[in-house]
Every structure is written in structure tokens, then in C-alpha cells.
């Protein structure tokens, strides 16, 4: 006959230092530090460019230059104020591109594509982001509330525990409320450990949403 083993939680778990921070304060955090969400940014204002410069191509160019000189109206060396005439020249040039075989119509077209894509992609994956975020923010939110609950639970345990214990001593209870105060007491133990896992757990995934290295 195998005798059975009592498992009885020992030791402590620490806490790390509480993740006080607001839904809006995390958004903003995985904003800037989400790289996946940086990369997007950085492709999605190359098609940008991208798309302006072929679009550019396709306008007319315009150029503007002025000229002024003044020269000398003697013959002979002299300075006086009507020694010297001016002269002024003021260019305009347009270029405008006629027919290039539909080919920077078809470059524009692709460009604004890829840039709208880009665009598209980067709106979800903010999207996605947010909804990672929203998810962690409210697994911390009900650690928090059930590891409160659960300490609470632990305290009051382990008062009925004493309460239990007094009374036998004193003769006025029984042994079976001292070991029912005990396997309370243990069973608020574990939950308690429990809970504080999941709280450890919920700020670690908490710090992921946001982008923070652990």
C-alpha cells in the first residue's frame, strides 16, 4: 500500500514591478515601437516617392532663366553715371513630353498600385497591432482584479485557518474544522500562486504588444 504524498505550496512568488499604464498610453507605445509596423511605414513612403517621381516624369517641364549685364558705352575708360548701359534677358523653356509609347502612363499606373497597396497593408497591420494590444491590455486588466481577489481570499483563509486552531485548542471546536480551515487555506494558496503566474505572464505579454524587449 503506497502512501499518499500531501503537496503543500512552499516559498514565494515576486512580483515584478506593477505595468501601470492606460489603453491610449500602450497604443501609443506600440506604435512607435513595433518594428513590423516601422518596416511597413518606411515601404509604404518608398512607393510613395516612388509614384511622385513617376508621375512627375509625365508633367511638363518648365525652366526660367534671367540674365543682366552692364557694359561700357565709351569708347575710352571713364566712370561716370552714364558711362555704363544695362541689358536684361529673361528665358522661359517648356518641354512637354507628346507620346513616349504609353510607357509612363503604364509606370504611374503600377507605381500608384504599389503605394496603395503599401497603404492598405500598413492600415491593417496598425489594425492588428491595436487589436493585440486591446487583447493584452484586458488579459492584465482581469489578472490584476483576480490576483487582488485571490490575496484577499488567502487573508481570510488563513484567519478562519487560526480561528479554527484557537477554538480546538480551547476546546470549544472539533478537529474536522481545523482540517477543513486547512485544505481552505491550501486551496487559496494555490489559486492565489495561480493568479500570480497569470498576472506575470499578462504584463510579459503586455510588454510584447507594445513592442518592449524582455
Do not use: C
Not at 57 to 73: D, G, I, W
Not at 105 to 116: F, G, M, S, V
Request: no cysteine; aromatic share 10%; glycine share 6%.
Amino acid at each position: 500500500m503506497t502512501e499518499e504524498t500531501e503537496i503543500t505550496p512552499q516559498g514565494e512568488i515576486t512580483l515584478p514591478a506593477e505595468l501601470d499604464i492606460s489603453f491610449g498610453e500602450a497604443i501609443n507605445n506600440a506604435r512607435e515601437r513595433r518594428i513590423e509596423l516601422y518596416l511597413s511605414q518606411s515601404y509604404r513612403d518608398m512607393y510613395e516617392i516612388q509614384w511622385k517621381a513617376e508621375r512627375g516624369n509625365y508633367l511638363p517641364n518648365v525652366a526660367l532663366s534671367a540674365e543682366y549685364n552692364k557694359f561700357s558705352q565709351r569708347d575710352e575708360f571713364g566712370i561716370k553715371p552714364d558711362s555704363f548701359g544695362t541689358s536684361y534677358q529673361v528665358m522661359l523653356g517648356l518641354q512637354v513630353p507628346i507620346f513616349t509609347g504609353f510607357g509612363n502612363r503604364a509606370k504611374i499606373t503600377q507605381a500608384r498600385h504599389q503605394y496603395k497597396r503599401a497603404s492598405l497593408n500598413h492600415q491593417d497591420l496598425e489594425d492588428k497591432i491595436e487589436l493585440d494590444v486591446r487583447n493584452a491590455y484586458q488579459k492584465l486588466s482581469y489578472a490584476k482584479q483576480n490576483y487582488e481577489a485571490q490575496s484577499l481570499r488567502v487573508d481570510l483563509a488563513e484567519r478562519g485557518l487560526k480561528i479554527a486552531e484557537t477554538r480546538y485548542e480551547n476546546q470549544v471546536g472539533i478537529n474536522l474544522e481545523v482540517l477543513d480551515a486547512q485544505l481552505e487555506y491550501k486551496v487559496a494558496r494555490l489559486s492565489y500562486l495561480q493568479a500570480v503566474y497569470e498576472m506575470i505572464m499578462a504584463q510579459k505579454g503586455m510588454q510584447k504588444a507594445m513592442g518592449i524587449n524582455l
